[in-house]
């Protein structure tokens, strides 16, 4: 195991014993959700991952060190100081790492790419989270692309998710997974889902309706060889998913907003998330925390189904 990183006592012996583990994100923690949401929300998705037969790993950085497999104080620690935690991607894991042993050791909460690092180096093939990602609107003048579809061109790990955010350009994020090679599998669907809404009106080149068959998937791609993750992309329910008009003049208006207040880099989405938040009067953090635990389910039906091959 990687000297850097501590594994839980529960992750630990699932992962000793073969036994299926899912990975959860932490800036939906610090940076996605506000207080107490967030963490009411992150023990719920610890909880559906049990219930659906698998331990949960959620990841973090405490102290210098990476973590994989928090206990209820920990998570609640990073739910309570929000955003004065550091929201790691891939380049800021070494500043922390370093950190450790110092008189300032310092805590990251981890985006998508970042969970995905760390469950690599724990040996976690399946990992669960809201969104991913992706292009974001405008990029052809801002160049701004999310970390999180380098690293799923790199790092084996399967992400369950409910699309790309909706707050990015959907078309032109599936243009560039498709560009890195990355398979983008619609669970129970032929579009890819946006986030908020189980429909994008981009259709898909693969589907599954069955998890045994898609752990499948995911072993033959990686005994052949070929790098990278998969996106797993599972449709909010039609009961929980929003108004698609509603929504997308909620996006526009925090766009505006971001782009006049300056809005730039990693501070991005946690400010429109906010914004939308605030202009749907609640209902898309209602919406963001059904589509989590939906996909905490299917991650762990997959993981257990993929522990068996």
């Given at each position: 195991m990687n000297k850097h990183l501590d594994?839980?006592?529960?992750?630990?012996?699932?992962?000793a014993a073969g036994r299926p583990v899912v990975a959860l994100e932490s800036t939906i923690i610090s940076h996605g959700m506000?207080?107490?949401q967030n963490v009411e929300t992150a023990l719920r998705v610890e909880a559906a991952v049990r219930e659906a037969g698998a331990v949960?790993?959620?990841?973090?950085?405490?102290g210098g060190r990476l973590k994989a497999g928090l206990d209820e104080g920990q998570i609640r620690t990073l739910g309570i100081r929000g955003r004065d935690v550091v929201k790691a991607s891939r380049r800021d894991l070494p500043r922390l790492v370093a950190s450790y042993g110092t008189e300032a050791p310092v805590d990251g909460a981890t985006t998508?790419?970042?969970?995905?690092i760390v469950a690599a180096l724990a040996g976690i093939k399946v990992f669960a989270t809201g969104?991913?990602?992706?292009?974001h609107r405008g990029a052809e003048k801002s160049l701004d692309i999310s970390a999180d579809l380098e690293e799923l061109a790199m790092t084996e790990v399967a992400v369950v998710c409910a699309g790309a955010k909706s707050i990015l350009d959907l078309p032109k994020t599936l243009e560039y997974l498709e560009t890195?090679?990355?398979?983008?599998?619609?669970?129970?669907?032929?579009?890819f889902p946006a986030f908020y809404t189980p429909r994008s009106g981009l259709r898909l080149e693969e589907r599954s309706d069955d998890p045994a068959e898609l752990a499948r998937r995911l072993k033959a791609k990686w005994e052949l060889g070929l790098r990278g993750g998969v996106v797993v992309a599972n449709p909010v329910p039609e009961s929980e998913a929003m108004d698609p008009a509603a929504i997308d003049t909620a996006i526009a208006r925090a766009l505006a907003e971001a782009e006049a207040a300056g809005v730039k880099g990693k501070e991005v989405t946690p400010f429109l998330l906010a914004k939308v938040k605030e202009l749907t009067g609640g209902e898309s953090l209602e919406s963001n925390i059904a589509l989590v635990l939906n996909n905490a389910r299917l991650a762990a039906r997959i993981a257990a189904a993929y522990a068996k091959l």
């Open positions: 594994l839980g006592v529960e992750v630990a012996a699932a992962l506000p207080y107490p949960p790993a959620t990841i973090a950085i405490l998508v790419a970042a969970t995905m969104g991913i990602g992706g292009v890195k090679g990355v398979p983008v599998i619609g669970y129970g669907t032929d579009e």
